[in-house]
């Protein structure tokens, strides 16, 4: 699920049962890291994450990174919604 290099690779495993007392795996919450501003974005109709990310970082993997610098924001669907601004952070490299 995750590509190698991924910063979740090492965040630990959660497991938890649903309604139905089914074990479901998930990685466990954390902390959004603190970004550095490089501008603001608003929103079109048929944004997407990756499409962002490989935009103004040049790669589509990098889509967390925007997420990470929206943390008012829980999901990331949520962010895609037409004429939210969206703060786009520094490329940070990883």
């Known amino acids: ?3 190698d290099g ?3 690779i090492r965040v630990p495993d ?3 049962a649903d309604a139905e ?3 479901v ?3 466990c919450t954390r902390e959004p890291v603190a970004t550095e501003l490089a501008l603001v974005y608003q929103v079109r109709e048929g944004d997407r994450l990756d499409a962002l990310a490989n935009r103004f970082f040049h790669d589509p993997r990098k889509w967390w ?3 990470d610098a929206n943390p008012a924001v829980l999901a990331p669907e949520q962010l ?3 004429g939210r601004q969206l703060r ?3 490329d940070r490299g990883a």
């Open 65 to 67: 990174l925007i997420a």
């Open 25 to 27: 795996q998930l990685k």
């Open 1 to 3: 699920m995750f590509f």
């Open 80 to 82: 895609l919604v037409p």
């Open 14 to 16: 959660a497991a938890f």
């Open 21 to 23: 007392g089914r074990t």
């Open 6 to 8: 991924s910063r979740y």
């Open 88 to 90: 786009i952070p520094r």
